[in-house]
């Protein structure tokens, strides 16, 4: 099952950005442990250099809803800030949020619908003779192009499938960057209190249990062999 997900600093401020970038490669280390496959589609670079505003990843896998279990919520993390040594602030928060309702858009070739016809205005010969323009159609969402810029059929249709794939993706872009406006806007203010996960000091070292999804994996199948032995 896919699921797509944004890491986000929400308004915090620099150190949250800084935070985000911290947990995003822990976040990565534990999908691969997990044999979670991840896309990255988006990263908003923060204000200064190692940090991020968000980050927003495609996850992938049989076990990926287990996995998030224990990822999805607010983000603790408790220490003196890296760029304001004497600010008392010391707990800094970040989100983990699902973005439903958007999949990731895949562009196939067989989905496109050819048609030819002779070129308009002047360019040679054979304009208006042969049918050397083509318009390219996606049939999953209707967007389509017109290209007459070779006299050759076959170089116009090669042409028409690189415009129409940029087509396809802008659009793509443009949903994506509407349904992440939207998602900042529910978690302009990250949750606090409860958090899924607590670190502390510079090297992020855990202060909560170990709520990972291959440790309670690997209870489950212990508690699971318990009972069987009982049983026998």
């Not at 999908?31 to 990255?40: F, G, L, Q």
């Not at 855990?206 to 318990?226: P, Q």
Request: proline content about 1%.
């Amino acid at each position: 099952m896919d699921r797509i997900i944004q890491i986000t600093s929400g308004q915090g401020p620099l150190e949250c950005q800084w935070v985000v970038a911290k947990v995003l490669k822990i976040f990565l280390e534990e999908a691969k442990n997990s044999n979670i496959a991840y896309e990255m589609i988006h990263r908003e670079i923060g204000d200064e250099n190692l940090t991020l505003k968000s980050a927003t990843l495609l996850l992938k896998g049989k076990e990926v809803n287990e996995f998030l279990e224990s990822w999805l919520g607010s983000i603790c993390w408790t220490g003196k800030s890296t760029f304001r040594k004497l600010h008392k602030r010391s707990n800094w928060f970040i989100g983990i949020f699902e973005m439903e309702g958007l999949e990731k858009t895949e562009f196939h070739e067989k989905d496109i619908q050819f048609k030819t016809c002779r070129s308009q205005g002047s360019g040679g010969q054979n304009v208006n003779k042969v049918n050397t323009a083509v318009r390219a159609t996606y049939s999953k969402t209707g967007q389509s192009v017109f290209v007459q810029d070779s006299r050759s059929q076959l170089e116009n249709k090669k042409l028409s499938i690189i415009r129409l794939k940029e087509k396809v993706l802008d659009l793509h872009m443009e949903k994506l960057g509407k349904q992440m406006q939207e998602t900042w806007n529910n978690h302009l203010q990250v949750q606090r209190g409860n958090p899924v996960r607590s670190f502390t000091g510079t090297d992020f070292r855990k202060m909560n249990a170990d709520l990972s999804f291959k440790k309670k994996r690997s209870v489950l199948k212990n508690e699971l062999k318990n009972d069987r032995d009982e049983l026998n």
